[in-house]
């Protein structure tokens, strides 16, 4: 049974910094692209970023410059640094491999 599992989700104040993790379970790891997306209240999930097996990383616009997603196949983890934290980032940060989707982590940044 594939699991993704999100942790680090947090409230924060604008210009800070969180880390999110996303652990990973029931497939072979290493080979797959693994996604972050989020949802708004209203609006619909989008694509933070995405890192794939060799690393290779894509950043939504809004994002570029002040996350970073990572990846450490040893620990079947995919991480999320989300620094410069802004109000527009609150959202539910959802983990994707494919078709299969995370609970998500609710990230929410006071003004």
């Known amino acids: 049974e594939v699991q993704l599992v999100e942790s680090g989700g947090g409230l924060v104040q604008a210009g800070g910094s969180l880390r999110l993790s996303c652990a990973a379970s029931?497939?072979?790891?290493?080979?797959?692209?693994i996604g972050w997306f989020r949802q708004a209240p209203g609006k619909e999930r989008e694509l933070v970023a995405r890192?794939?097996?060799?690393?290779?990383?894509h950043y939504a616009d809004s994002v570029k410059g002040r996350f970073t997603i990572s990846r450490d196949n040893g620990k079947k983890t995919v991480y999320l640094q989300m620094n410069s934290l802004k109000p527009e980032d609150t959202a539910v940060y959802y983990c994707?491999?494919?078709?299969?989707w995370g609970r998500g982590t609710q990230v929410t940044v006071s003004s």
């Open positions: 994707n491999r494919d078709d299969d």
């Open positions: 029931g497939f072979v790891f290493p080979t797959y692209t």
């Open positions: 890192i794939t097996s060799s690393g290779t990383t």
